[in-house]
């Protein structure tokens, strides 16, 4: 487990109880069994869908890509905005948002 990561249970503490789990070499972030971010290196990605994507562009936050077979893949993930670190508040809400976005792709 990398410090960041561990470091993330302080940030969304205000959201609730969060739980990692270690794949392709990051980390999924969960909330009561749902995934709703993921860390590739050191960096913190949100669940996105057509409702919530908006507000990440709108802040010009960038998709999580993947490079496979020399093509690259856009994923439901965006980063994370840099003021959730020092406002817990601001870190719940969009944590909401994401789990939110999470529980919507369930269906």
Do not use: C
């Amino acid at each position: 487990m990398s410090e960041f990561v561990d470091y993330l249970n302080e940030v969304f503490a205000e959201f609730g109880p969060i739980r990692s789990r270690r794949m392709f070499g990051g980390h999924g972030i969960y909330h009561a069994d749902l995934m709703f971010a993921l860390v590739a290196d050191d960096t913190l990605y949100l669940k996105v869908d057509d409702l919530s994507r908006p507000d990440f562009e709108a802040r010009e936050l960038p998709a999580f890509e993947v490079t496979m077979r020399g093509r690259v893949g856009r994923m439901s993930y965006h980063q994370a905005p840099e003021e959730i670190y020092d406002d817990p508040e601001v870190a719940a809400e969009w944590a909401r948002k994401a789990y939110d976005a999470a529980l919507r792709s369930r269906k």
